[in-house]
């Protein structure tokens, strides 16, 4: 097991020190074991940020609990362990005709790290966040206990660990209700729209009638063509496969380059290419899912294009009466500092709510922005991408953070201390201790002066 193996997927920051196996974990966990510093549940490494790290202590590799328990082919309801991925969940319900009601970015993500994070996908004004299809799911924590949690038992762990990000516990398996679909394949329209004015014009009425809504931006476009982009909308195919295909693709990054070749123009063509090959037709036509939901799942190890310091992703979200002032200064922002970010991805969340304690999707509009890490020259403007983003109301989301402040992460998430009183003793991750912790010693430090 190599040490980038068990890093995050943005790679700016180290990969764990110490990693264990999962059986080691659970006895460890039960007392089968002498315990030695902080523990911290670790599924496939596609956090951009540090909330799968824990330098303090160590990470459990949960991958090798990867089994499918049961499937109900009537109800949808698949029972599995936890660190089984996505892609294998969508190989073995398709046949039946069923599909995960959401799923993010990439289909390598486990379960369990989908229910810690409370991850979203291109759906949400229809189907909310994935911890509203979780049935339920086993907790063990450190004091030797398995818990069965769900909404009708054990509900403050159920709802504290869905988007808790692996603080409350080692999570076992999980039973989630999946959805049915006629079949894999999308039907998919791309409509160019001029400018952001132009965007939310169009977005509502694209929610409404469609499963899936998203927008590409074209960041780089500069004079007339500022904030120009493709809304890209879809539905499943009534006609179609129903056979999952290869997971990934053939191409692959082997090595890492010494620089990040994701440069500005590179990035240009880039977006010229993508514009013209994704907008040069109106109509609706038939794609594959996994181009429509997992593009870049088709190059392995992409991230390593970023070179060797890595990349920071910047996710916020701002509420819908804001969006129109703060998504066009947050874009500004990033030209101003002359950073190009390689996808830029704009969409509304809806106000179905899940049952987390702390889930980073709330009504309006998120905005997605990559750039490689050079250093205090990025730093700078991711502050200043905060900045904008609490002014306006909004949050920053921490399941894709490297470095933001304790005081973003608590405008961001008011009632993080909630989720505090929940954390298992025996969990921590790099991000909590650098946020949520600090504020919790600022705190105590206060009421010990008052």
Known sequence: MTAERFGSFGRATPPAPRVIAANDAIALLKGRAAKNGSLLGYGNGRSYGDSCQNEAGSVADMRPLNRIRAFNVETGVLDADAGMLLSDIIAHAAPCGFFPAVVPGTQFVTLGGAIANDVHGKNHHRRGTFGCHVVSFTLLRSDGRSYRCSDASNARLFRATIGGMGLTGLILSASIRLMRVPSLDIVEKATPF????????????ADQANEYAVAWIDQLAAGHGRGRGLLLTGNHAEHGSHKASRAGGRLSVPLQPPFNVLNRPFLTAFNAAYRWKKGRSPAPRQVGYQG???????????????????????????????????????????????????????????????????????????????????GEKTLALLRELDRITVDAGGAVNPYKDARMSAETFAASFPEWQRLEALRDPAFMSDFWARTAKKLDVRRGTVEAAE
């Open 292 to 374: 429509f939901f997992f593009p870049l799942d088709g190059v392995g190890d992409w991230n390593r294009l970023y070179g060797p310091k890595g990349l920071f992703q910047h996710q916020s979200v701002v509420p819908e009466d804001a969006a129109r002032r703060a998504v066009p200064a947050l874009l500004e922002a990033a030209r101003r500092a002359g950073q190009g970010s390689f996808l830029t991805v704009l969409k509304r969340f809806g106000t179905v709510r899940s049952p987390a304690l702390l889930s980073f999707p709330r009504p309006g509009c998120t905005l997605t922005l990559d750039f490689p890490n050079r």
């Open 194 to 205: 001029r400018d952001l004015g132009e965007f939310f014009d169009l977005a509502e009425a």
